[in-house]
């Protein structure tokens, strides 16, 4: 009994000892010191809870074998017994906890020697030597430090959250074990370890099934058997092993908060007073918005700058016609087309893009990639291109390359690539993905996390250039208020940018696997590289220092795209930015 009690003793100590290691932001005020707000987006830092928080109930049902020391005497099924536990527990963080458990069972085997758990006649073992069944009768009180891993490892999820709907929870501890139903009085120590499988089925997280593998430890003569009648010691120690299926239920409260309101205090002769008045803290936001690009377009800007105005490559994105090119003999072209000629070797000129916002719609003419329910590839028939250019005074060119047609805007150093086919890289669909009616379609098909909010590229252009013209269209208005508040508002404390790119590479060459890998990992860089220069030249973000604007150098940025075509949904999906901006609004 002596050891027991310096056991539970121990015990207790780690569970201190594992409390105070765990980060906690204290919701002590200290004497003499300013209070302070403690607010905290960090999923592993939380406020802890008072004493009656976080407390739980368990109950559970299974079965076990014991591990005796002549545990392969006979059949594996006379070792099985049912067992059952039930128990009271609290949580003092998202990750540590302890509990308190009842159980009661008994562990059934075979000995060769008689004990005070042998019963019936004893039988013939396949050496010759007699053998007797035996049966444990007991109960267990025990106390057990919890770690819930899943916490530990990816952070807490918060109040009423669908992350961690599945967690796993590890136990260790120690009992005091008394044997029931003999006449001598035994009682000794055991322990215990535990593997826990809890699923959650709502949000509130007030009851889970839970599924459970231990081991029950026990002094090596638990079954009666010290010195085998062969001379031979008992084993180290016997034991059960099991499984067991049970449900717990929380009680209230259940969650921890991340930020504790604070009071704004007044100085009387060095003395804190609180003051009527209480402060919330400031609140902490995440806006989240993907910019998705065009097959082999990088957006570097490096195309000619066309008198003061360059072919802009997010302008591009957001109100860009086909190609940005345009013939420039209009006459030569009116001519070719009338005469069925081809136009193929006629001078063409950049076209210099125009904000979003300054433009206007136009009926039959898509402007923007994936920015409308329209695709922005133009046909090269003469119906379409004259047109075309009845409306805006030009005629449409692609870019030619070496007898290559590429038809959308490229950048210089792809234009030399060979195509796979002229139709793989016209576009024929549009999902409207860079505008908010596309939202639902990248929300259904791209993991979003929860404490993020999520915009449209064009609700967050219209934010930052200006909700007109065009890109009024393609973007929500509430959203894009909602967005310039917050811009304006709060206070921009880092950008960060991932670049994507497919798995998709039209090269054939020798080395193509290692030369297609490369090249798709300079595109994903580049693109992201494009939207952080975009942002960072905006007025909105001239408070943010350089150093608070960074590109995620994905390990593999590259997205395996099985589809050969490069318009499908799950190409464009993975050719694209992600963006979080991080910013906290004071209260």
Request: net charge negative; hydrophobic share 35%.
């Amino acid at each position: 009994m002596r050891k027991f009690v310096i056991g539970i003793g121990m015990l207790l100590l780690f569970i201190a000892s594992g409390i105070h290691a765990q980060t906690v932001v204290s919701d002590t005020l200290v004497s003499e010191e300013v209070p302070q707000p403690q607010p905290t987006d960090d999923e592993y830092r939380i406020v802890t809870n008072r004493f009656w928080d976080n407390w739980f109930i368990l109950g559970d049902f299974g079965g076990h074998a014991f591990a005796g020391d002549y545990g392969s005497v006979g059949d594996f099924s006379g070792l099985l017994s049912p067992d059952f536990n039930i128990g009271i527990g609290k949580w003092f963080t998202p990750g540590i906890g302890a509990k308190i458990q009842f159980g009661l069972s008994n562990s059934k085997g075979y000995s060769k020697e008689e004990t005070y758990f042998t019963y019936g006649d004893p039988m013939t073992a396949s050496d010759g030597s007699l053998y007797w069944k035996s049966k444990n009768k007991w109960w267990d009180l025990n106390v057990n430090a919890m770690f819930n891993l899943s916490r530990l490892i990816k952070g807490y999820e918060g109040k009423e959250s669908d992350r961690l709907m599945n967690q796993f929870i590890a136990s260790v501890g120690i009992g005091a074990l008394h044997h029931r139903d003999i006449d001598a009085q035994r009682n000794e120590w055991s322990g215990h370890v535990e593997l826990q499988y809890s699923r959650f089925f709502n949000k509130k997280k007030s009851v889970s099934l839970d599924v459970k593998a231990h081991a029950i430890l026990f002094q090596t003569n638990f079954d009666g058997i010290t010195l085998k009648s062969n001379g031979e010691d008992s084993k180290w120690w016997d034991s059960n092993i099991g499984l067991s299926v049970g449900v717990t239920y929380y009680f209230k409260k259940r969650h921890w908060d991340r930020c504790i309101p604070c009071q704004t205090p007044i100085y009387i002769n060095n003395t804190v007073v609180p003051a009527p008045v209480v402060q919330e803290c400031p609140e902490y936001r995440t806006l989240e918005f993907f910019v998705f690009f065009p097959n082999n377009y990088s957006g570097r800007d490096d195309a000619p700058i066309v008198a003061d105005a360059p072919v802009n490559a997010i302008d591009y994105l957001a109100a860009g016609i086909f190609t940005q090119r345009g013939f420039k003999d209009t006459d030569a072209v009116a001519g070719r087309l009338a005469s069925g000629a081809s136009i193929a070797s006629l001078a063409t000129v950049d076209v210099p893009t125009e904000k979003a916002g300054q433009c206007q719609a136009i009926d039959g003419v898509a402007r923007g990639y994936e920015m409308s329910s329209e695709p922005i590839s133009l046909s090269m028939e003469a119906g379409s291109m004259r047109a075309f250019e009845e409306k805006m005074d030009y005629y449409y060119a692609p870019i030619y390359s070496g007898g290559k047609t590429w038809y959308y805007r490229v950048d210089k150093e792809t234009t030399t690539q060979s195509l796979l086919s002229d139709e793989n890289y016209r576009e024929s669909t549009s999902y409207g993905l860079n505008a908010h009616a596309g939202l639902d379609v990248v929300k259904k098909n791209i993991k979003i996390e929860d404490h993020t909010a999520l915009y449209s590229f064009a609700d967050v252009y219209a934010a930052i250039e200006g909700n007109s013209g065009y890109v009024a269209q393609a973007a929500d208005e509430a959203a894009v208020k909602e967005l310039a508040e917050v811009l304006k508002q709060g206070r921009i404390l880092y950008v960060q940018a991932e670049g994507l790119a497919t798995s998709q590479d039209n090269y054939i060459g020798e080395n193509a696997e290692n030369i297609g890998l490369e090249r798709n990992r300079t595109l994903a860089y580049n693109r992201a590289r494009t939207v952080i220069k975009w942002l960072r030249g905006n007025a909105m973000f001239k408070n943010v220092s350089n150093n608070d604007f960074s590109i995620n150098a994905l390990t593999d940025p590259i997205v395996t795209v099985n589809d050969k075509s490069t318009r499908g949904l799950n190409a464009k999906l993975n050719r694209c930015v992600k963006v979080r901006i991080h910013c906290v609004i004071d209260k």
